[in-house]
């Protein structure tokens, strides 16, 4: 059976299982749950010491009304880290190289932050639409053009996201085909190559 280059783009699936649904939830597992004992084990405390040390260094730039997303932002650079380090070892899957998962995550994160710009500081949020110093007969092209380009920015970001964390391997693989094929015929440049 002959494999494409580009079917490592595919999820792939176990006995009719995709392998996408245990790889987002395996990280999960890693993590012990926290005990209400007044001593913690080892692992424990380290990981709690880990996550606070952390937050910490997210939240340092922020003002205070933006600690409130300490959960969430915390919760997901954990998710992505671990989800990202198990991709190192040998035959496992990363979750991140497909393009479902990082539109899953990119969309409403992205939605979130223009529904928030847009409920606490509209003046400012709806600036970005038109530049500043535009002639009045671009102003409603401009807004147009630029509105598209605010919805347009999840989906490119998703795709310049996958496009990157794959195409480090599809190089390696084009690399080590053109060697193995010219073997036969120019040892010198295949072993070069």
């Known amino acids: 059976m002959t494999l494409s280059f580009f079917d490592q783009f595919m999820s792939p699936t176990y006995l009719g299982i995709p392998l996408i649904a245990i790889a987002l939830v395996f ?8 005990s209400n004992r007044w001593l913690n084990n080892r692992l424990t405390t380290l990981q709690s010491w880990l996550i606070n040390r952390f937050t910490q260094q997210l939240l340092l730039p922020l003002n205070p009304g933006g600690h409130k997303w300490a959960l969430i932002l915390t919760s997901l650079m954990i ?19 497909q393009l479902s998962l990082n539109m899953g995550l990119a969309v409403p994160f992205w939605l979130a932050t223009v529904i928030i710009g847009m409920r606490n500081q509209p003046t400012a949020a709806l ?5 500043e110093g535009t ?4 102003i409603p092209v401009l807004i147009i053009i630029e509105t ?8 490119a970001l998703g795709v310049r996201l996958t ?5 480090g391997h599809l190089l390696i693989q084009l690399i080590a085909t ?3 094929v ?12």
């Not at 992505?80 to 035959?91: E, H, T, V």
């Not at 496009?163 to 195409?167: D, I, P, Q």
């Open 127 to 131: 600036g970005h639409l038109l530049p």
């Open 27 to 34: 990280p999960w597992i890693l993590y012990p749950s926290p």
């Open 79 to 97: 998710f992505l880290l671990s989800m990202n380090l198990l991709g190192l070892l040998p035959y496992t899957f990363t979750p991140t190289t």
């Open 178 to 180: 053109a060697a193995f």
């Open 135 to 138: 002639p009045v007969p671009l």
């Open 182 to 193: 010219l073997l036969p015929m120019m040892t010198t440049v295949a072993i070069l190559t």
């Open 148 to 155: 598209i380009s605010l919805f347009i920015r999840p989906l």
């Open 163 to 167: 496009a990157n964390l794959t195409a």
